[in-house]
């Protein structure tokens, strides 16, 4: 085989991608490699906030735009305060961080940011084959889902769908201290959907609705229903809307991870790193990334240990139970969010727990539809 044109090829510029470049980047073991980063938009805007929990400072502080150490959890019938020390809750701007990875990475003489899609990877001959040219390498990283995983018949999917509104407002109505995780009290249908509000100011707030559902919805929805909270349960009658964003993370325990091979790891969704009971993808990227690394280091095969079985396990059946009875999700959080505390609830999540701590949290949850979904699964 001929010289490749790159050592390593990571096929997509998003989260995953830029993670882990900036890490290959900062890490001295890999000096002097050639490193292309592929992708088929200019990441301009900002198309996404992601939130995530960590104990003290991290990697990203110089670029959140508010966190907290407060929450609420509402539903129809009990609020419940959260003290999250010595956790915080963190928020972060897609563009934000977009903008400072490639400002960091394009001062490298050795990774390349190149515009394309790339539509196949040939194994044979180690070659990415993109619309405007092809690309050889070592190794690929490919952020690319399957096209078919959707409708793998043995595998459970929920997706978390939602709008989001940033708006301001003339007068004080938030306390810029305190987030919401979960508001249930604006329903549709028999769906599992919450509100989720991230104030950053007295006067300015995001406001999002979010389905766990097996099926989407219309965009009327998510209009009507932030409305109906702003109106009927902020009690907010004059506000302007600074800008919006809009998602669709599928949470899943479709076995990404068989798509791994000799000459490629699945990295991001595509791999698996989205938390398929949570739908939270920012700090479990930065983790599977940390193992990634490790394992290049230290010789072993690429995507060795990046999923844990027990884990995946109980998220399959969570997922199951939402699938089979979407109505129950209000009653399953509620339950989840009153019998445990947060700090073990973000630990379990952080996939942190011991047994018996599992234990204790899966039996809070208790319903018979568990005992199906178990069997289902296993």
Known sequence: MTT?????????????????????????????KKIAIIEPSNKSINDKTWCFWEEGRGSWDHLITKKWKKGKFISSEITKDLDLD??????????????????????????????????KIDQVTRTAIGEASNYTATHFFDSRPPSNFEKDEKSSIIYQHFKGI?????????NPDVFTMMDYRIKHKDNTC???????????????FTFFTPSLTDEKVYDDKIEQYIRSILK?????????????????DYPFHDQNSKYIT?????????????????????????KLIDNIKS?????????????????????????????????LFTKLYTKNSIQDIFRFLDEETSFSEELKIMLSLYHAQFLKSFFRKI
């Open 299 to 331: 010789g072993l095969k690429l995507s060795a240990n990046l999923m844990s079985k027990k884990y995946q396990f109980y998220d399959a059946i969570f997922l199951d139970v939402l699938e089979q009875r979407n109505d129950l999700g209000e009653s």
């Open 194 to 208: 919450f509100t989720y509000i991230l104030p950053t100011a007295k006067n300015e707030a995001l406001i999002e």
């Open 236 to 252: 907010i009658d004059d506000y302007g809307e600074l800008e919006s964003e809009k998602g669709i993370i599928p949470m899943t």
């Open 86 to 119: 010595p956790y915080s809750y963190k928020m972060l701007r897609s563009l934000d961080f977009y903008e400072y990875a490639k400002e960091k990475l394009e001062t490298s003489e050795n990774i390349f940011f190149i515009k394309d899609k790339i539509t």
């Open 266 to 290: 699945k990295i991001g969704t595509a791999g698996g790193w989205v938390k398929a009971s949570s739908g939270y993808s920012f700090k479990n990227t930065e983790r599977k990334i940390d």
């Open 4 to 32: 490749p044109d790159y050592y390593y090829v990571i096929i997509g510029g998003g989260l995953a991608g830029l993670q882990l470049a900036l890490r290959l980047h900062q890490d001295v073991f890999f000096k002097g």
């Open 166 to 174: 940033k708006i301001k407002t003339e007068k004080a109505h938030f």
